[in-house]
């Protein structure tokens, strides 16, 4: 989601942001609830996304300065994310500005000290340390039981639920 919204102009805009937001708030009530086993470090999976949103909801983003954004509002992004965020942001009401052309020029800067960096070194690398194994998905749904529940009558007595009947 970070690396769509680094590539996307249309996506770098507050409104697109609230959006994400709310669906990102969704998740974290999600995680909350679920279990460990079930969530794992996904919440830390969404730091760049959260803090990107976070810029891109920001008010009065022409008042910030480079410590702000660096240090308060997206410390840990990168100055090739940063950078790329401020100049793709844009929005329908013309009131709603980006940084000031400082912050983006010291953003600038830094980034040129990392020229050895290649172009798209604002993108987050695809993490596949976490593979999906087929083989365990099948087993682990062979270890689920189903606890003998008799259905309602009116299931059973309706034809399109026969198959409730192997599990009475």
């Known amino acids: 989601m970070f690396s769509s919204l680094l590539l996307h102009r249309e996506c770098c805009t507050s409104k697109n942001g609230e959006y994400i937001k709310s669906g990102l708030a969704e998740l974290e009530l999600w995680c909350t609830e679920a279990t460990e086993e079930y969530v794992g470090s996904s919440l830390d999976e969404l730091k760049h996304t959260k803090q990107a949103v976070r810029f891109l909801v920001a008010l009065q983003k022409d008042e910030l300065s480079y410590d702000d954004l660096t240090n308060d509002l997206c410390p ?88 409730l009947h192997d599990y009475c």
């Open 76 to 163: 840990v992004l990168s100055a090739q994310q940063l950078y790329r965020i401020c100049i793709l942001y844009s929005d329908d009401d013309d009131n709603k500005q980006s940084v000031s052309t400082d912050v983006t020029t010291r953003l600038k800067l830094l980034m040129t000290d990392d020229a050895d960096e290649d172009d798209k070194s604002f993108l987050l690398e695809d993490n596949t340390s976490h593979p999906i194994i087929v083989e365990e998905i099948s087993t682990s749904a062979l270890d689920k039981t189903i606890p003998k529940i008799k259905p309602p009558s009116e299931l059973l007595e309706n034809a399109n639920f026969q198959f």
